[in-house]
């Protein structure tokens, strides 16, 4: 079992390693591993803490099992079909999960050819969290490793958070920290935006504040992206602005794992219009 980049991560997931011993030889596949936490809902968070298990890996995989939603057969008893069309390597791998009456861990992602089927599966299979669109494949295409060879189509909605901290300046604001308070009161990150277009950046700035001494996130530490250690200094700002952004769904209690899009200011707004965090919009 390896990573995308090549690294070989067996040994963190002995559950699976164990159930692959129902495929046949030969072999390759293509797919995603899938944490489900205690809510029984997919966690990334989970995920991520499976990735990087210990010695403590076994323990975990007995707390936490993983599944294997399958996208792709890339060798077939030990036939090699990256040349072969997208098509005849979903026959493949649908044989596969029948002939061998596979089950969990191992998932087969559901696939269509009906661009309606598609469609509601976009508005409405992303209603459950971990779960962000769909991807669109050709059926003559090739598999090009290292190459996206597909398109990924997320769902997105618009809603509201509070502007808590800029990069860059209050005067040239470059990328929005944005925040919603939790059930205990207290302001949580829950995102970040892209960077900011030249015009909204300019009618934002006539608009901050900068943060008096009791600001929630005063000697917090922010990081450039999910899995980056790599430290942002941000300007604090008076959390009391509301923002409007489009955000897709993919979400870890409450919290975004891709940068938002910035639509507007929300001045007819104030903050306690804005959702709780872990609280539906």
Not at 213 to 222: D, L, M, S
Request: aromatic share 6%; with cysteine.
């Amino acid at each position: 079992m390896q990573t995308r980049r090549g690294a070989l991560i067996q040994d963190r997931f002995p559950d699976l390693t164990a159930a692959a011993r129902s495929l046949p030889n030969g072999f390759v596949l293509d797919g995603e591993l899938a944490v489900l936490d205690s809510h029984n809902q997919l966690s990334f968070t989970a995920l991520r803490h499976r990735a990087t298990a210990g010695r403590n890996a076994r323990a975990l995989a007995a707390e936490i099992p993983a599944h294997f939603i399958a996208f792709d057969v890339l060798q077939s008893d030990g036939q090699e079909l990256l040349q072969e069309p997208f098509a005849h390597r979903r026959e493949v791998l649908e044989a596969l999960f029948v002939d061998h009456q596979l089950g969990p861990p191992w998932t087969l992602c559901p696939s269509t050819s009906d661009p309606a089927v598609a469609d509601e599966w976009l508005h409405e299979w992303t209603d459950v969290p971990g779960v962000e669109g769909v991807v669109v494949k050709s059926l003559t295409g090739r598999y090009r490793p290292g190459v996206r060879g597909w398109t990924k189509v997320r769902r997105r909605n618009t809603t509201e958070a509070l502007i808590g901290a800029v990069t860059g300046s209050l005067h040239r604001p470059l990328v929005l920290l944005l925040g919603r308070y939790d059930t205990t009161g207290r302001l949580r990150l829950v995102g970040k935006t892209v960077p900011l277009k030249p015009a909204p950046a300019r009618d934002l700035a006539d608009h901050l504040t900068a943060a008096g001494p009791n600001h929630p996130w005063t000697g917090a530490r922010f990081t450039a992206s999910w899995n980056s250690r790599t430290p942002l200094e941000p300007v604090l700002v008076a959390p009391a602005l509301v923002a409007e952004i489009s955000a897709d769904i993919s979400q870890d209690h409450g919290v975004w794992r891709h940068p938002l899009c910035y639509e507007r200011l929300r001045l007819d707004t104030v903050a306690a219009d804005v959702p709780l965090l872990d609280e539906p919009p």
